[in-house]
T-cell receptor, first 116, second 111 residues
């Protein structure tokens, strides 16, 4: 169990540029989640995959955001035409079942995005 | 609307004493509650959880209490240790199995 891996750890980009983040979940986990966290707030749900199917998207997720999970393994989160308000920590998590005492979410260390 | 609230942004406790972190929620349909701990530059890590059908769950130095009538849960850490200094998040599981998170409480353990 190597844990959830996210790449890059930090990304600085200029407003209007596109960025893509990658998440590699724990290998046997079929559920993968993307969250966004800003300073002083808890993680905010963005979207969720079960295997390769994207089952839920937050209504907060604008059409500039897109996520994929080809073949049900790693996932990518792309933000197009970045805005300063997109600056945040983007967290990926995985689990083997719905969140419960024996299947808690396992988080990666996040990608910190700064839009200048 | 904040369905899960952690009203104390920070808490300072002497090493060896009890730390009590609080969490309030508004949705009586939440069926499961979790506490996560987060160190700087790391993702949150699972600490302890409780089902809505229980009122207490204990794991070593950590105990979570649930008061459903008050829609309140608390995390007790005893004795507190320097390594417990972190941000603690309370999360609740809703009907769609998604987690709703509080804003976190920063716990500082003083030597």
């Amino acid at each position: 169990d190597t844990g959830v891996s996210q790449d890059p750890r930090h990304k600085i980009t200029k407003r209007g540029q596109n960025v893509t983040f990658r998440c590699d979940p724990i290998s046997e986990h079929n559920r993968l989640y993307w969250y966004r966290q800003t300073l002083g707030q808890g993680p905010e749900f963005l979207t969720y995959f079960q295997n390769e199917a994207q089952l839920e998207k937050s209504r907060l997720l604008s059409d500039r955001f897109s996520a994929e999970r080809p073949k049900g393994s790693f996932s990518t989160l792309e933000i197009q035409r970045t805005e300063q308000g997109d600056s945040a920590m983007y967290l990926c998590a995985s689990s083997s079942q719905v969140p419960s005492y024996n299947s808690p979410l396992h988080f990666g260390n996040g990608t910190r995005l700064t839009v200048t | 609307d904040q369905q899960v609230k952690q009203n104390s942004p920070s808490l300072s406790v002497q090493e060896g004493r009890i730390s009590i972190l609080n969490c309030d929620y508004t949705n009586s349909m939440f069926d499961y509650f979790l506490w996560y701990k987060k160190y700087p530059a790391e993702g949150p890590t699972f600490l302890i959880s409780i089902s809505s059908i229980k009122d207490k769950n204990e794991d070593g130095r950590f105990t979570v209490f649930l008061n459903k009538s008050a829609k309140h849960l608390s995390l007790h850490i005893v004795p507190s240790q320097p390594g417990d200094s972190a941000v603690y998040f309370c999360a609740a599981r809703g009907s769609n199995y998604q987690l709703i998170w509080g804003a976190g409480t920063k716990l500082i353990i003083k030597p």
